[in-house]
């Protein structure tokens, strides 16, 4: 499958959102997959970093899945693998990656799609996985267990906070992200995540296949 990353600027230039767009041609016809999007003033590809002009002389953009994402670079004549964000050291190698995203799961129909229904935590109830770290003693959730919570705090007062955990490279890489949300688009769950100054919206049965769930308070 090829992938698409489309960035959407203000006439300012200011990014306010992305798409990540997977096309595969199964030999009659060619499908299209909304793979993931977000919202934020960075692109998925953080361009807004002197490292990139400065130490980053040839460097291209990889997106293995939503969580093994990382600049592919060559600086002075030496091949490094940065973290999409941060443009720290990442451990790649052919023994590292996971496997690829199974999208078995995913509406192949997704032309001329609506957002179904949103599910979205005030600001001032979300919680920092490293600031509070009660979760880490929880039971993991799976998805149908997260969407089922998130779909009820509208009508909690004081509504519980999320963590989604990944496990990357093999198990090398763990992080842990807010989770803000959701969006239903006909029969697809897309997860949202904080990650830095982004809010990413993924794919709930793929977000499950790198990681786990958790209520974090």
């Not at 690829?100 to 799961?105: A, D, E, K």
């Not at 920092?128 to 009508?155: C, G, H, M, R």
Request: negative net charge; glycine residues 4%; aromatic residues 14%.
């Amino acid at each position: 499958m090829k992938q698409w990353l489309l960035t959407f600027r203000k006439n300012d230039g200011l990014t306010i959102g992305y798409l990540v767009v997977g096309g595969r041609d199964d030999g009659n016809t060619y499908e299209w997959m909304l793979l993931e999007y977000g919202l934020g003033e960075y692109s998925l590809f953080n361009e807004d970093d002197d490292q990139v002009e400065i130490l980053i002389s040839d460097y291209t953009p990889i997106y293995h899945n939503p969580f093994e994402l990382y600049w592919l670079s060559n600086e002075k004549n030496t091949v490094h693998y940065r973290h999409h964000l941060s443009h720290e050291e990442v451990p790649v190698d052919e023994n590292t990656l996971s496997e690829p995203m199974n999208l078995l799961q995913l509406n192949d129909k997704q032309s001329n799609r609506n957002i179904a229904e949103t599910v979205w935590i005030n600001e001032r109830d979300l919680v920092d996985p490293y600031d509070y770290v009660f979760w880490l003693a929880k039971p993991p959730l799976n998805v149908n267990e997260i969407i089922t919570k998130l779909q009820s705090i509208k009508d909690v007062y004081q509504p519980p906070s999320f963590v989604f955990e990944s496990t990357s490279y093999n198990g090398l890489v763990q992080e842990a992200f807010t989770v803000t949300g959701y969006h239903k688009w006909d029969s697809d769950f897309y997860i949202s995540i904080e990650e830095q100054d982004i809010i990413r919206f993924i794919p709930s049965t793929v977000a499950e296949q790198y990681g786990n769930f958790f209520v974090s308070n």
